[in-house]
């Protein structure tokens, strides 16, 4: 079975600085994405970025950057130039690949992040 | 493009009752899963429809139903309601399954 986990249960930075949000995740599978996925406090999940496995490119999306390390298992979120609307949890997920997929996502139990004024 | 839709938004039932939430996937998608999520447990997987067949069931009793209608509209429905029930229930959906999932807003379900 796989598992996700997220170490840092609550984290702060102040605006316009850069954090980074651990998460781990064990599993035996070869195929499978990777997800980071935020909930502000209107508790809407929105995607924030995605990993395909197969890809050694780490996934970046304009703030939002992934270090991507396969090997160690380790799947951490750079948030750059942090902005208020960033406070929100975070969750990492994992969603194995096979044919007749089901979309079964796999979360950790989420880092709490507040960015300070 | 209309996000997923969740209705209702928010729920209040008494203990023993059956109660039907409704998801709305985005135009084109065909698979849709249902999640709930509560402070001890955290985000749970219920169980995932593509084509209006259930392709994967998570570890809930069979008090916790779904089905998805030909328009890939889905409902879950969760009969004789306990305490323990009470949670925000998110729906999310995909292309196919195989891809990334987008979440609606959730119907916050009380159960008193």
């Known amino acids: 079975a796989q598992t996700v986990t997220q170490s840092q249960p609550e984290m702060s930075v102040q605006e316009a600085e850069t954090v980074t949000l651990s998460c781990t995740y064990d599993?035996?599978?070869?195929?499978?994405?990777l997800f980071w996925y935020k909930q502000p406090p209107s508790r809407q999940m929105i995607l924030v970025i995605r990993?395909?496995?197969?890809?050694?490119q780490n996934a970046t999306e304009n703030r939002f950057s992934v270090n991507f390390q396969k090997a160690a298992k380790s799947f951490s979120l750079k948030i750059s130039d942090s902005q208020l609307g960033d406070t929100a949890m975070y969750f990492c997920?994992?969603?194995?690949?096979?044919?007749?997929?089901?979309?079964?996502?796999?979360f950790g139990t989420g880092t709490l992040l507040a960015v300070q004024p | 493009k209309a996000g997923v839709t969740q209705t209702p938004r928010y729920l209040i039932k008494t203990r023993g009752q059956q109660v039907t939430l409704s998801c709305s996937p985005i135009?084109?998608?065909?698979?849709v899963s249902w999640y709930q999520q509560t402070p001890g447990q955290g985000l749970q997987f219920l169980f995932e429809?593509?084509?209006?067949?259930?392709?994967n069931k998570g570890n809930f009793p069979g008090r916790f139903s779904g089905r998805q209608f030909s328009n890939s509209r889905s409902e879950m429905n969760v009969s004789t309601l306990e305490l323990g029930d009470s949670a925000l229930y998110l729906c999310?959906?995909?292309?196919?399954?195989?891809?990334?999932?987008?979440f609606g807003q959730g119907t916050r379900l009380t159960v008193v």
């Open positions: 429809y593509f084509s209006e067949t259930q392709r």
């Open positions: 135009s084109g998608h065909r698979s």
């Open positions: 599993t035996s599978e070869n195929n499978y994405y």
């Open positions: 997920a994992f969603m194995k690949i096979f044919g007749g997929a089901t979309n079964k996502l796999i």
């Open positions: 990993q395909e496995a197969y890809k050694q």
């Open positions: 999310a959906s995909s292309l196919d399954g195989n891809t990334e999932a987008f």
